[in-house]
T-cell receptor
């Protein structure tokens, strides 16, 4: 699986958009980009994933560059409850595949 | 509610004791995984099972054994616990295709 690089921490004001970047310059053509978050000590929670096209769901938007070497997770209106560690992972989709979690980005949403 | 259930939630062991962490999912997922998370670190894969009847080592398998009892259940066993195994253990499952993992709420294990 391709290695990903994320900033260690970020701050965001409540109500503003949080834009979390991720570099995955060695991603292969059939690897998806997955985003998870971990709030406090809970189990990680799936947010969104994508291959080439931008994706949006009720939680977030995922913007993947055309060369697929980087992506950005966007939380459009961050709230205090979005304070968490966000993990960007590149991985395959087969049943034998496994995801490798790095240390992620710690997002602090403030008043 | 559908999801991944882990038991116990908390456990304290003495060095050398053994125990089994239980994990069950009710989503008919094929793949199941065991991760550990040490303070301030990301998750590291211990073992995984791509399908019923198969298991494979992950990044940090030493000191652990697993059993995929059936499609629903995947257990993790510590035969002789060591203080270095103090950690939070997460079980996860994954359906087929490109979908993500569903994680359990974790087991917080302390070995003294």
């Amino acid at each position: 699986d391709a290695k990903t690089t994320q900033p260690t921490s970020m701050d965001c004001a409540e109500g503003r958009a949080a834009n979390l970047p991720c570099n995955h310059s060695t991603i292969s053509g059939n690897e998806y980009v997955y985003w998870y978050r971990q709030i406090h000590s809970q189990g990680p929670q799936y947010i969104i994933h994508g291959l080439k096209n931008n994706e949006t769901n009720e939680m977030a938007s995922l913007i993947i560059t055309e060369d697929r070497k980087s992506s950005t997770l966007i939380l459009p209106h961050a709230t205090l409850r979005d304070t968490a560690v966000y993990y960007c992972i590149a991985g395959h989709t087969g049943t034998a595949s496994k995801l490798t979690f790095g240390t992620g980005t710690r997002l602090q949403v403030t008043l | 509610n559908a999801g991944v259930t882990q038991t116990p939630k908390f456990q304290v062991l003495k060095t050398g004791q053994s125990m089994t962490l239980q994990c069950a999912q009710d989503m008919n997922h094929n793949s199941m995984y065991w991760y550990r998370q040490d303070p301030g670190m990301g998750l590291r894969l211990i073992y995984y099972s791509a399908s019923e009847g198969t298991t494979d080592k992950g990044e940090v398998p030493n000191g652990y054994n697993v059993s995929r009892l059936n499609k629903r259940e995947f257990s993790l066993r510590l035969e002789s616990a060591a203080p270095s195994q103090t950690s939070v253990y997460f079980c996860a499952s994954r359906g087929g295709g490109r979908y993500g993992y569903t994680f359990g709420s974790g087991t917080r294990l302390t070995v003294v």
